[in-house]
């Protein structure tokens, strides 16, 4: 009797399995790391220049924003937004998923931080039985200060409910993006985003993460723009007249805008050749490959975030 086919279900289940805990981390390094990440600094930003008034204790991966119902109406959104995010990446990476996998995979992202503190929990009550219990201590009055108030439940309850509903509900559009037999990227190469295969984005992370910074500032840019000009626009603007001392109301409003708009615009003409160099769509040498990968992936990001204010 042949019994050399006895094991494959078995090997291809498994195989299966590690492939969807790949595409899991990847789908949660992105969504938290990158882009939830980028918003967060942002916004850290925008508080540093005073414009959110948190002060400087204020710390975006707390679970609520200070006492300000429309900060923590913001959050919420955040939430949901990098939630989406999740979603749609593990979606678009998956190609199927079954819906008990899409709730128990959107389960374990959402709730993975407080996983991992009852992991550590566990592991220093175990091991350093002292330091566990000032631990357990300090948890349990964070935990009571958070739930001390109906308003703060009101608020956690509505975060990680946007978080949840939104990873679910948006896993399925990533799915029938890559199924359409209209969209042609990635259907070469299972496990690939944009035609990257999915590990590169464990270290693209930081180049993304930088980069979406001087993006997130364009839209800040654009938006403080127009109000401005909205604010002080008067009918004989257009014909150059100054505001007193300030100036044109036209000179006010764009400021650095097209400083920004430019280093933006450099920002994704780098972003895709990084792309087309980890894609194999450039066919280089593979030492220029690794020299352009490391000047843009790495030492340029740097740079950036080190001598200039475009990542605040």
Do not use: C
Not at 117 to 145: A, C, K, Q, R
């Amino acid at each position: 009797m042949d019994t050399s086919n006895i094991l494959k279900p078995s090997a291809i289940t498994s195989k299966s399995k590690i492939k969807s805990i790949m595409h899991f981390l990847a789908a949660a390094t992105l969504a938290d790391w990158v882009f939830g990440n980028s918003i967060y600094v942002y916004i850290t930003t925008l508080n540093h220049r005073g414009i959110l008034g948190l002060g400087p204790e204020f710390n975006p991966n707390d679970i609520l924003w200070g006492d300000s119902v429309w900060l923590n109406i913001l959050h919420v959104f955040v939430m949901a937004f990098t939630g989406g995010v999740f979603g749609i990446i593990l979606g678009y990476l998956s190609r199927s998923l079954s819906l008990s996998s899409r709730i128990s995979l959107t389960t374990l992202y959402v709730f993975i931080r407080y996983i991992l503190l009852i992991g550590m929990s566990v592991i220093l009550d175990t091991f350093f039985p002292s330091y566990g219990s000032t631990f357990n201590e300090e948890m349990g009055v964070g935990l009571y200060v958070l739930f001390s108030s109906p308003l703060n439940i009101a608020f956690i309850v509505l975060g990680y409910s946007g978080m949840f509903a939104s990873a679910i509900i948006s896993m399925k559009y990533g799915m029938e993006i890559i199924n359409n037999p209209l969209y042609v990227i990635d259907k070469s190469r299972n496990g690939t985003l944009l035609d990257i295969k999915w590990y590169h984005y464990f270290w693209l992370f930081f180049p993304i993460g930088v980069y979406s910074q001087v993006l997130l500032n364009l839209i800040y840019k654009v938006g403080h723009t127009l109000l401005t000009l909205l604010l002080n626009f008067k009918w004989y603007t257009i014909f150059g007249a100054s505001e007193g001392d300030e100036g044109n109301a036209l000179d006010i409003a764009w400021q650095n805008l097209l400083f920004v708009a430019i280093m933006a615009g450099i920002v994704i003409y780098l972003l895709d050749i990084l792309r087309k160099v980890l894609s194999g769509d450039l066919k280089y040498h593979w030492s220029i490959k690794l020299a352009i990968s490391l000047s843009i992936g790495v030492i340029l990001p740097f740079l950036i975030a080190w001598y200039t204010s475009l990542t605040g």
